[in-house]
C-alpha cells in the first residue's frame, strides 16, 4: 500500500512538473515576446518565474523523495 501512494505521488509531481514546463514553453514565452518594452518583458517573466519556482522546486523534491523511496522499499 506504501508502495502505491508513493507512486501515486511520484507521478501527480512528475506530471505537475513536466506541465508547468510545457506552459512555459508553450504559453509564458510567446506572450513575453508580445511585449514592447524589454524592461516590461523581463518584469512579467521574473514575476510568473518567481512563482513557477516554487513548484518545479517542490514537485521536484517530491519525485526525488518518492521515488527513492520505492527504490529502497522494493529493494531495487
Not at 32 to 58: C, H, M, T, Y
Request: hydrophobic share 60%; proline share 1%.
Amino acid at each position: 500500500m506504501d508502495v502505491t501512494v508513493a507512486l501515486a505521488v511520484h507521478v501527480v509531481a512528475i506530471v505537475l512538473w513536466i506541465g508547468g514546463v510545457a506552459i512555459v514553453w508553450t504559453v509564458l514565452l510567446p506572450a513575453v515576446r508580445r511585449f514592447k518594452s524589454a524592461a516590461g518583458r523581463v518584469a512579467f517573466f521574473e514575476l510568473v518565474e518567481r512563482r513557477f519556482a516554487w513548484q518545479a522546486r517542490g514537485t521536484t523534491l517530491l519525485a526525488g523523495a518518492s521515488g527513492f523511496y520505492m527504490v529502497d522499499r522494493l529493494e531495487l
